[in-house]
């Protein structure tokens, strides 16, 4: 037998060997490790478990669950994927990233149940699900009280569906990831449904739900909790109200989390508090103040100096739609410059359309991996849809140098946004949250 990875590092080099496909939906071979687990008793979680799906919003809601959860005295655990900079986020105990050495031993305990024991045929894993695993198992032995689990892709035959949860959330949905969840949001709906469980709740917060999604509710007996008919939210300038079933808030105020939208994943993180109510008590100091603490990087994330700097992981048409939204309610700057850099099989035209009016200056950036479209391919994509012949473009190798470049072209009043790909993002936080100042930073 080989020897065994020492490091993370050296661990996720072996899960990215293991199987020819990135992607491979299917449950059948994550449940068949997950049952080897635990010495033949496999991986069971020992404390409710709330599991979050959806197009967008989903990182928003777990952050928002562990917060207010955490105010409310309780041990959380969360995963997450992917990560912006290093992989021990996505696995947070008590609000903070694991260290990166309290993964190995589930790693090897996950490889150990996937070559299998005496009879068993060795199971070929996908990356994705190979660290979901051990990342699940982490968490299961760490004493929590709560754990959020986020959907990967889809729901029905993501990874994290092998468990079954007390409560699911649905977020939004919208087109992403056609190639594997269908054409049209009733296809990508059904798929995202496949997290609901009979006789337990699940939340939609999306206010326009896919029929599909309400009808594998009523087919299963789910205990449906629908925006704007089992929970509904208002307010003004300076604050909001939610109603629920049977609770109700008052006066309270915005989420840390910047944006409109998060309003709705808002909306429905009380409606999961309250439907947990029974099992997890939460008063409702601490949900006031876990939507004021609540931190969430790359999420319309807006870094103080000069010039702003806006950072933002969206990276399908319904996401930016929600950037130039937000973009457009912080006011006039005399130039806004774009760092751009994304998935080649993205729908990226729509993005551009929704959110050229308000870019002067486009950054197209290089991502490293094979997935990426190079910033030329981008370019010459928006270019396609471009309508403002005063708009520029330029391209760069890295998302760093990208951001060199355009805080080098920028006055201290413009706007900088970085968007995209969370490989984007997380390229220009690898050395820690940029601290903007022109003169300061070279290319």
């Known amino acids: 037998m080989n020897a065994l990875p020492t490091t993370l590092a050296d661990w996720l080099a072996h899960c990215e060997r293991l199987h020819p496909k990135t992607i491979d939906m299917g449950l059948d071979r994550v449940r068949e490790v997950a049952a080897r687990l635990n010495g033949g008793q496999g991986l069971v979680l020992p404390c409710p478990l709330i599991t979050v799906g959806g197009t967008n919003g989903k990182g928003s809601t777990c952050a928002m669950l562990e917060a207010i959860y955490l105010q409310a005295g309780y041990r959380t655990g969360v995963y997450t994927s ?80 092998v468990f079954d949860t007390d409560c699911a959330v649905i977020t939004s949905v919208d087109l992403d990831h056609v190639e594997y969840l269908g054409p049209d949001r009733e296809s990508i709906g059904y798929e995202k449904a496949g997290i609901m469980r009979t006789g337990r709740p699940v939340v939609v917060s999306d206010p326009v739900p896919p029929q599909s999604v309400l009808d594998r509710a009523l087919e299963i007996g789910a205990d449906l909790y629908r925006a704007g008919r089992d929970f509904t939210c208002g307010g003004d300038k300076q604050q909001w109200n939610w109603a629920g079933r049977s609770r109700r808030y008052a006066g309270l105020a915005y989420p840390a989390l910047r944006g409109a939208n998060q309003l709705v994943n808002a909306a429905g ?56 939204e937000n973009l457009d309610a912080m006011g006039f700057y005399p130039t806004t410059h774009a760092v751009f850099g994304a998935m080649a099989d993205k729908d990226l035209r729509p993005m551009f359309e929704r959110v050229n009016p308000m870019i002067d200056r486009w ?81």
């Open 82 to 161: 992917p990560h912006l900079v290093h992989f021990q986020e996505r696995c947070r105990v008590q609000g903070e990233a694991v260290a990166p050495e309290a993964l190995l031993p589930a790693f090897a305990e996950v490889e150990a149940a996937r070559r299998g024991g005496p009879g068993q045929a060795e199971v070929s894993l996908s990356y994705f699900e190979f660290t979901t695993l051990a990342i699940v198992l982490t968490l299961a032995r760490a004493g929590l009280d709560v754990i959020v689990l986020e959907v990967g892709l889809g729901g029905r035959l993501d990874a994290v569906n």
């Open 269 to 324: 993180v009380l409606a999961v508090v309250e439907a947990l109510h029974p099992r997890l008590p939460v008063t409702a100091q601490a949900v006031r103040n876990g939507l004021a603490l609540v931190e969430l990087p790359g999420r319309f994330q807006i870094v103080p100096g000069q010039p702003t700097l806006v950072l933002d992981v969206a990276h399908n048409p319904h996401a930016v739609a929600a950037l130039a």
């Open 363 to 443: 950054y197209f950036t290089d991502l490293p991996l094979p997935r990426a479209a190079p910033a030329l391919d981008l370019a010459a994509i928006w270019q396609g849809v471009n309508t403002r012949p005063d708009a520029r473009a330029s391209q760069h190798a890295s998302p760093q140098a990208a951001l060199a470049a355009a805080v080098a072209a920028a006055d201290p009043a413009d706007r900088i946004v970085v968007f995209g790909s969370f490989f984007t993002v997380g390229g220009v936080l690898h050395d820690g949250v940029p601290r903007l100042s022109a003169k300061h930073l070279q290319a």
